[in-house]
């Protein structure tokens, strides 16, 4: 008999779990319920996505406000990137003021990907200090 606990937080060899897939997939009931189950929605896989980052890179928003409701909105990677550093990086401006609703921060100006290093400030000169400008 298998441990419901632990299938929800199996990894596979790249370090996605179950509640990753389904966000991948766009699957909003079937994360949610691995949430309530116990997943964890700041679990990282083997290139520090969250589950909260793919929601953000599949622009996913339904599932994004989902997760603002569970995941940390500020978590940083072990790049010590956020949610909204990628979602910046997109250049997805509802997804920034959904996260900045949510209480995103805008913590600081580097972001790497693909290890590479890209300097942002105010994207589309809209955005400063995590606030739109109305």
């Not at 622009?59 to 990137?81: I, P, R, S, T």
């Not at 693909?114 to 942002?120: F, S, T």
């Amino acid at each position: 008999m298998s441990n419901k606990s632990n299938d929800i937080e199996k990894q596979d060899n790249d370090g996605w779990t179950p509640l990753m897939l389904a966000v991948l997939r766009g699957e909003s009931e079937r994360a949610e319920s691995y949430i309530t189950q116990g997943a964890n929605p700041n679990a990282e896989n083997n290139i520090g996505e969250t589950p909260l980052w793919i929601a953000i890179e599949e622009e996913h928003y339904g599932l994004v406000e989902m997760l603002c409701k569970y995941a940390d909105v500020n978590y940083k990677n072990k790049d010590a990137a956020t949610a909204l550093a990628r979602a910046m990086y997109q250049e997805n401006t509802s997804i920034i003021d959904l996260l900045i609703e949510n209480g995103a921060e805008n913590s600081g100006p580097i972001i790497r990907f693909d290890n590479e290093e890209r300097i942002y400030t105010a994207m589309c000169k809209e955005y400063s200090l995590g606030k739109r400008n109305e």
